[in-house]
């Protein structure tokens, strides 16, 4: 196995030869651990924490699954979980229309609408599985920091309508760092302030609903994401599949469209997918002079 020789970069950190030696060592020797309690050793180690005292622990287990790429060690096989099943109304049964196929024509007349931050087991499950079913790209473990939302409409009755997630920032986007228009050392000090709207799914046909929903979550969101990380968000970003959607919600919420992406996905290292999904990168200050505060590059 080859010895770690150069610094690693992930998520901002910086991880010297000795900081790599000493991961190594953990997993050589903590035979008996599982992959998620390795991750969890090693950031408690290392002092790999978020601003709010929790493990980065996602992060972490991206870190370990690369170096193993990289021949520098060797991670325990892949445990099998078994989840006690909870009982859940997200489909019905096959041949029948889903509960909120009846829901059309302007938002109004469903009004108010709620949002709901996603906080129990069974919330959880509810999110997963309604993403994993309608949504085009699916369910998949948000990469890093998460909150997750349930929307819901109030009248002729309180019916779900929808879910919206948020998660950690990508870690270069051209379009959006050259509008910020910070160097890496601030973009690394400040990258955090910025949230992504990973997900966005709206269930029913009812005329400016998205707009409406996303005005709603995004009333919240600061408060929200501050209370969980300890981090107060300044930006939100998105990417809008350009093949499939003109991000009329995001137009008509006041988000600004930066630019276009190179296709390669926030995780493409080696360059492999350029120009495979092309998407317009768009963002929404959530304060004023959201630019000034993430080119400061101390204090705030």
């Not at 370990?64 to 997200?90: D, M, N, S």
Request: charged share 30%; proline share 5%.
């Amino acid at each position: 196995m080859d010895t770690p020789k150069e610094e690693q970069r992930c998520c901002g950190r910086e991880f010297t030869r000795e900081e790599l030696g000493l991961i190594r060592e953990v997993i050589e020797t903590c035979t008996g651990l599982s992959r998620t309690e390795m991750s969890q050793t090693v950031c408690e180690l290392l002092g790999w924490k978020r601003p709010g005292g929790g493990l980065k622990r996602p992060e972490c287990m991206g870190l370990l699954e690369r170096l193993e790429a990289q021949g520098l060690l060797k991670l325990p096989e892949k445990r099998e979980i078994r989840r006690k099943k909870i009982a859940r109304k997200v489909a019905p049964p096959t041949g029948e229309a889903p509960p909120w196929a009846d829901l059309t024509g302007s938002v109004e007349t469903f009004a108010p609408v709620e949002v709901e931050l996603v906080q129990t087991r069974e919330q959880r499950c509810l999110f997963r599985d309604l993403i994993r079913g309608h949504h085009y790209l699916g369910y998949a473990m948000p990469y890093g920091a998460r909150s997750q939302y349930l929307a819901y409409v109030s009248k002729p009755r309180r019916q779900l309508v929808g879910c919206v997630q948020f998660s950690s920032p990508a870690w270069r986007m051209k379009a959006r760092d050259q509008w910020i228009g910070w160097d890496d050392v601030t973009r690394g000090e400040r990258l955090q302030r910025i949230v992504n709207n990973s997900r966005f799914l709206v269930l029913p046909k009812i005329d400016n609903l998205a707009s409406k929903l996303l005005s709603c979550v995004l009333r919240r969101l600061r408060s929200d994401w501050k209370a969980q990380y300890a981090v107060d968000p300044w930006l939100v970003e998105t990417l809008v599949d350009r093949e499939r959607f003109h991000g009329g919600c995001y137009r008509a919420s006041n988000w600004i469209a930066l630019g276009e992406t190179s296709g390669r996905g926030r995780m493409d290292r080696t360059h492999s997918r350029h120009g495979a999904r092309v998407k317009t990168v768009m963002v929404y200050p959530l304060v004023r002079d959201a630019v000034g505060r993430l080119t400061q590059a101390h204090g705030g």
